[in-house]
């Protein structure tokens, strides 16, 4: 089956309207067990060693490449897309990397966060990217690692990368990267990683105003299934967001050989960013809550407007009911006009003249 169709079909399935997959995927999050990360089938590995004058890129063949790179006085990148365990252990031993980090590494769904560790600065946060065709928020397993002079990031997708920018002022020669330490080079993955939320926030943001509206106009079980869905989706994004402040929030107050006085307000800049993200995932939130009280006052004031409806009709058929009764009563009464031809018509004009007198002083109090 296509993805297209995919998305299709599952409209067809009540419960699958509701994304149960999906609130098992975001839940099924336990740190206690081992889960085993399959290396990746292939694996890119680039360089960029810099300094103010010079700059030399190049793709490497194997992790051991990149050794002689760590022995210059420049500042270098080394950027692996694609983890294999036996490339972040060698490449672990040769940067002095201490071995609970690498675990860091190569574990799976772990939460974002700094260490600091015998030297070497290393921080743990997700790539968010947003998905058009699932409508879902996706994540890839970011690490940097910082070190005297050095930077290495691992990324778990070969396909999906945000560092484009960053790669574009290294190759200008006045930028200010390539004037700046390994610790500029930090703040700049960092911060473009940030201002990527932005984007992801921005499309979550548009589907939350369709919902809106959609809910506004006709409130509906299929309006109530997407307002979950955005709902499962914030708890992603928030999860991913919250832990990011903490995370810059310590290197501010990291007192690192590895930092310099002079980064630490870009550093700064960066808390103020995912600060921001963070209120903007609040307010998202909010709204998603408010949404729901909408789509339940809007289905209970369906519901009064029918219940009226219903109670207004009950209404003005219980005089016809009534007086049906009174003339259908199977014994002789003397009950007025009872056996006179014309007492037909009188007593169904009366029927008629009582709801219509019922409607005008129902529309006169105001009840419709």
Not at 33 to 60: G, M, Q
Not at 167 to 178: P, V
Request: hydrophobic share 40%.
């Amino acid at each position: 089956m296509t993805p297209r169709a995919k998305k299709y079909f599952r409209y067809l399935i009540p419960v699958s309207l509701f994304g149960t997959d999906r609130t098992k995927e975001i839940l099924n999050v336990n740190p206690t067990l081992n889960l085993s990360r399959k290396d990746a089938e292939k694996v890119f590995i680039t360089v960029y060693d810099y300094d103010e004058r010079t700059l030399n890129e190049c793709r490497l063949a194997t992790i051991e490449d990149s050794f002689p790179y760590k022995e210059n006085k420049h500042i270098t990148w080394v950027n692996i897309d694609g983890l294999r365990k036996h490339d972040v252990e060698v490449l672990s031993e040769k940067y002095e990397i201490h071995p609970l980090i690498a675990e860091d590494i190569l574990s799976v769904s772990q939460r974002p966060k700094m260490d600091e560790v015998e030297g070497i600065l290393y921080c743990l946060l997700n790539m968010l990217y947003y998905s058009e065709t699932t409508q879902t928020v996706e994540q890839e397993q970011i690490s940097i690692v910082l070190g005297k002079g050095f930077v290495v990031t691992f990324q778990e997708d070969p396909q999906k990368d945000v560092f484009n920018p960053i790669r574009d002022k290294l190759k200008m020669a006045n930028s200010k990267l390539r004037q700046r330490g390994a610790d500029y080079l930090c703040y700049s993955l960092l911060d473009l990683i940030v201002d990527n939320y932005f984007f992801v926030m921005e499309k979550l943001g548009e589907r939350i105003e369709m919902v809106e509206e959609e809910v506004i106009r006709n409130s509906n079980t299929r309006s109530l299934a997407r307002i979950n869905q955005l709902r499962k989706e914030l708890i992603v994004l928030k999860r991913n967001i919250a832990p990011v402040r903490d995370l810059i929030g310590g290197i501010i107050r990291s007192e690192s050989d590895l930092l310099e006085d002079s980064t630490t307000k870009y550093f700064k800049d960066v808390h103020d960013h995912i600060t921001q993200a963070y209120e903007l995932s609040e307010n998202y939130r909010d709204i998603m809550i408010s949404m729901q009280d909408l789509y339940i006052n809007n289905v209970n004031l369906r519901m009064n407007e029918v219940m009226k409806v219903m109670a207004i009709v009950t209404c003005l058929l219980a005089p016809a009911t009534v007086i049906g009764g009174i003339f259908g009563m199977n014994f002789d009464t003397n009950v007025i006009f009872f056996h006179k031809p014309w007492g037909f018509y009188i007593a169904v004009g009366i029927m008629l003249i009582i709801p219509v007198w019922m409607l005008w002083a129902f529309k006169k109090r105001g009840w419709f």
